[in-house]
């Protein structure tokens, strides 16, 4: 039987990765005046929120061997919800420029 697959350090990776891509569209928002105009850099604030706790909790799960299942697991929980929130901002973007 193989022993169960760690992914916290993949969710760390991706999850700070989103994030400065997450936060690179808020900066985008605003500095083309956009996001007065839309709701997506709100939507993509709460992706940033997301994916900032997913990394506190991989980091976490990284350094607390007792908890490490129970934490990567939050830890995944929270990195898909702030993915789907990245989406949703994006798709909000799209529709409100069309």
């Known amino acids: 039987m193989k022993p169960p697959v760690q992914r916290t350090h993949h969710i760390l990776s991706a999850a700070s990765n ?13 500095i083309s005046k956009t996001s007065a ?3 997506a850099d709100e939507i993509a604030w709460g ?5 900032s706790v997913s990394c506190l ?7 607390d061997e007792k908890d490490s299942a129970r934490l990567e697991a939050f ?24």
Do not use: E, K, P, W
């Open 37 to 39: 105009n839309t709701f």
């Open 57 to 63: 909790a991989s980091y976490a799960a990284l350094r």
């Open 18 to 30: 989103l994030l400065g891509i997450t936060l690179l569209i808020i900066a985008g928002l605003h």
């Open 47 to 51: 992706g940033a929120v997301c994916f």
């Open 75 to 98: 830890a995944d929980l929270v990195f898909m919800l702030g993915l789907g929130l990245l989406m949703i901002s994006i798709i909000v973007l799209g529709l409100s420029q069309a």
